[in-house]
């Protein structure tokens, strides 16, 4: 292990783990430059097996020769940086998670032809912001039956450390994408139907037999609080809503999201 003692806060090496921004990491200029941070061993075994390369490690002391190891064993000669928890506290801003960071390459975007070519099931989020509804979608799309999720691009990144962390590494385990400004009519041309799931009238029960027997469905979910554009829900093949009781009218997304994948999985 090429273990490194953290003595001086202001290393330039240290950047990527305490002075740089999401959106400085990501570097939209270069992307092929881009890098993201994974947190918890867990998440970057996951990164590991998905392919991602790994540039350098922030380990708290303790956790070297602990649970730690076998991750950082994975990462080759990369640098490990290390130091007690309050100190690595301090120069991160933040509690960690498990003690371990990891600062990894982006990897290359796949097309939505590649995502989706085997898909049955794919989700799509539509302007979804909040990170950690966005990690917490993306376990629900592992656990509960879709093949990929399609993001708009004004949605938060799945990369982002808290998105990843949420998801407990399943954004490298479940394939994705952005889609393009006529996405609707771009998964049509694939032989995706399109359920929009909101709270309107006229509307499926998430639990209707009809939508089970779909080939290929695309669950359409949108953003915190203002739910899909009026457009979106036109556009869609369905609007489908979950029943609610006691006077609730909505559920969180990603409440949502799990309820909406678990009912519309495919049955065989």
Request: hydrophobic share 45%; glycine share 6%.
């Amino acid at each position: 292990m090429n273990i490194i003692p953290i003595t001086d806060f202001s290393a330039p090496e240290l950047d990527v783990y305490a002075r740089l921004t999401e959106a400085q990491l990501l570097n939209r200029h270069n992307l092929r430059e881009g890098l993201f941070i994974a947190e918890s061993p867990k998440v970057i075994d996951r990164a590991l097996d998905a392919g991602c390369v790994p540039v350098s490690i922030l380990v708290e002391t303790s956790h070297i020769r602990g649970e730690s190891q076998s991750v950082i064993e994975r990462c080759g000669d990369i640098p490990v940086y290390t130091a007690p928890f309050h100190v690595l506290t301090n120069l991160t801003g933040y509690q960690l998670t498990r003690g371990m960071l990891c600062a990894m390459r982006r990897p290359p975007l796949p097309t939505l032809e590649a995502v989706c070519k085997d898909a049955r099931r794919v989700a799509v989020l539509e302007d979804v912001m909040n990170p950690t509804n966005l990690g917490a979608i993306f376990r629900s799309a592992a656990a509960l039956g879709m093949d990929a999720v399609l993001l708009t691009p004004a949605c938060s990144n799945p990369l982002y450390r808290r998105s990843a962390r949420v998801s407990m590494g399943t954004v490298f385990q479940v394939p994705w994408t952005y889609l393009g400004q006529n996405w609707l009519s771009d998964l049509k041309e694939m032989g995706f139907q399109t359920a929009a799931m909101a709270l309107k009238e006229d509307t499926l029960c998430v639990d209707d037999p009809k939508l089970r027997q779909v080939e290929r469905l695309a669950v359409v979910l949108g953003t915190e609080g203002e739910g899909l554009r009026d457009e979106t829900i036109n556009g869609c093949d369905f609007t489908v809503k979950i029943p609610m009781y006691h006077g609730v009218d909505s559920l969180n997304v990603a409440a949502a999201s799990a309820v909406a994948f678990w009912e519309l999985r495919p049955r065989t």
